[in-house]
């Protein structure tokens, strides 16, 4: 140990600044130590202590725990600034729930209800958890590839001078080396590349363990050469300074290359066993090096094993050497070497992921950390530093310096309405593009607020006129190379910091967190972006875990699917999608709409443009099209909008007590106006009931039902939902024939409303190419299915 006397330190030119690293390294042991307890004590109550009355596990990773308690400590404590965003790996959450404890952020009643309902949660969460969280995390990996696209939407805020200005922050992720094994995490990583990210740590908590086993070293050999192919730092922490001396002792170096070669399994299992395995591991093989005995004779076993176990993950000044180290904004991958489980009874053991201490380890534990009974939750309990002397360091961590770091910004005001195409025979999709096209065009708050992106398929998903007009973000200027050779296109694929589209490669998953980043930039960064995102619709359950995790966040965008259906028919059964209906229903954070018409579209984006900026709001999906369409000669009235926004009309008015009503959504609403045509003929007075979002209507649907039966005034008890006015005219006996170009469970339920008698029709197979009228007919879709199904619904005995 270095001499730190008095003595020493007042003859010493820099006695000052050595003095405090010396404070500060004391006080970051101490809490590191504090974290350690807090975290392994939080999970043990939940556990053992709680009432449990169902008899499941409560769980809580302490080994998971055990070994980011240095590295977090290090980060939140001393080098975390403000401006920098962290996701947490998800099981080290009970130490980011002990860290904002400290800071004073955290409650002890919310630690002593862990997973329980009201308390701290399992894993990091914006919306649930009441300390401060940058990123929702739980899904391994997504919350990795988060912090690479948050800080592709930093500089897209910063470059454009969106919000106030501010210190750029560093997107930092906690990774746990098993959350390597994600595929979504490198394709991040090439993604990352591509856009020149910045301003990035990784920081990899190699401990060498994952949920059922040991990380194979081969695998994890190719880490470090994975991440220096795409252009980021590695630094790699693997010994601690106390190793590191005993590496410069005579025979060091042996000690050194014995480590280095010694496999993950066999490490892990002498880190378990301890001191005597090390000992007499290292005795049949160094014993011939005299530097080496000499080690073994002048280390007890405890001595021994806390320094084979001395890794430069778990040793604090090590640590605080490494980020001190990268001053610059090259993104940066730490390789941690780590022990999973340190200085708990089960480290190093290859089933530790899910171990809990039993009570009697607790006790034990709880005595060699010093703390006494009855102050298990006192933040400074069995520390040797000063708690006054402790808070005024924790109170003083430039991370915690400003207090809660969640920002703001005011909506952007949204027309009354959008333009509307005059195009008499067009499709959903392509009247998406020409309404972007020309808010583009007309430019002010709205059109520069508005950003864009997709997975490679910008073109034929009728993005094209947006991009021409609005251009390709990147860092640096490049002009298009087509276009200098004067080589016609009609794309202008100009790359500027001031484009508004974020081009992507074919990776759904990169696509959805790049819209839940660019969705929650108001809170993030303090800028107003309205993303729009746009893929196919059958590969909307490529990216389905990054969707529900971009939801999961709360954060807000429009994803805008197509085709819908069948209706890329040539394309055959790859490019159909079924359920894609069932998702838009069933997803929290996310209202889906179908629109048949392009008016509709017009006053559902318009709609969907506000609602992703209110507090109440959510994210936003729209199935649309390519099949064209005759559009209907109507003028967009306000009642006809504020229908469309809740979720469906009458096309054709059904008489009262009308028997028979056909019900569309989508691109099959033709198809069912030339079925209703033919009906209308033989039952008088049938009607045409247009849904554009059957997630709306139901949700609206199950709302009312909940209020009318917690109801207080007899006005509310009598409260209708839109779908229950839309069915009130129909008949007690009507029949209704639902349709759309999916599954048809996502129409179905309607029969349930007023429990009319339904034939449901849609898609519950995978296509085949063809073109729309042979799959219609195919499929039961087309008019003639329509009206069959008119005519069995009226003859069945029910």
Known sequence: MPDTSPALLAATPDAPAQAARTRRLRLLRALERKVLWLSAWTIHHANHIRPNRDGLKVGGHQASCASLATIMTALYFAVLRPQDRVAVKPHASPV???????????????????????????????????????????????????????SLVQDYVRLKALAPERPVGRMVALVGDAELDEGNVFEALLEGWKHDVRNLWWVIDYNRQSLDSVVNDRLFGRVAEMFELVGWRVVTLKYGKTLEAAFAQPDGEHLRQWIDDCPNSLYSALVYKGGAAWREALTRDLNQHPGIRRVLE???????????????GLDMQAVLDAFESVTDDRPTCFIAYTIKGRDLPFAGHKDNHAGLMNVEQMAQWQQQMGVPAGAEWDRFAGLDADARELQAFIDTAPFHAQGTRRLAAPAVPVPASLPLPKDRRTSTQAGFGRILDEIAAAGGALAERIVTTSPDVTVSTNLGGWVNRKGLFAHTPAEDVFRELKVVSAQRWSLDPKGQHIELGIAENNLFIQLAALGLAHELFGARLLPI??????????GLDALNYACYQDARFIVAATPSG???????????????????????????????????????????????????????????????????????????????????????????????????????????????????????????????????????????????????????????????????PLGRNARLITVLDGHPLALSWLGGVAQHRTVPLGVEGFGQSGDIPDLYRKLGLDSAAIIDAVAQAVTESW
């Open 96 to 150: 980011f729930h002990a860290i904002q404890y400290l800071f004073g952020q955290q409650s002890r009643e919310r630690l002593e209800r862990f997973r329980a309902l009201g308390g701290a949660q399992s894993y990091p969460s914006r919306t649930k958890d009441s300390d401060d969280v940058d990123f929702s995390t739980g899904s391994v990996g997504l919350g990795v590839a988060m912090t690479l696209f948050s």
């Open 533 to 542: 995102g746009t893929l196919y619709d059958p590969f909307i359950a490529r």
């Open 298 to 312: 002048t280390h007890d076993d405890a001595r021994l094993h806390a320094l084979m176990t001395n890794l430069a």
């Open 566 to 728: 069948v209706t890329l028919a040539p394309e055959g059964g790859a490019h159909q999608s079924v359920s894609a209906p069932l998702i838009g229903i069933g997803q929290p954070g996310l209202l889906s709409y179908e629109p048949a018409y392009v008016d509709e579209l017009s006053a559902i984006l318009r709609f969907g443009l506000e609602h992703i900026q209110q507090p109440d709001g959510s994210a936003l999906y729209l199935r649309l099209s390519t099949r064209p369409v005759e559009q209907p000669a109507r003028a967009l009235t306000a009642d006809l909008a504020r229908a469309v926004v809740e979720g469906g009309y009458w096309l054709r008015e059904p008489a009262p007590g009308a028997e028979i009503a056909i019900v569309a959504m989508g691109a099959v609403t033709p198809d069912a106006l030339a079925a209703w045509e033919s009906v209308a003929r033989d039952f008088a007075g049938a009607g045409l009931l247009v849904v554009t979002s059957a997630d709306r209507l139901h949700r609206d649907w199950i709302a009312s039902r909940r209020a009318r039966r917690t109801a207080s005034s007899r006005a509310a008890a009598g409260a209708l939902s839109p779908v229950e006015r839309l069915l009130a």
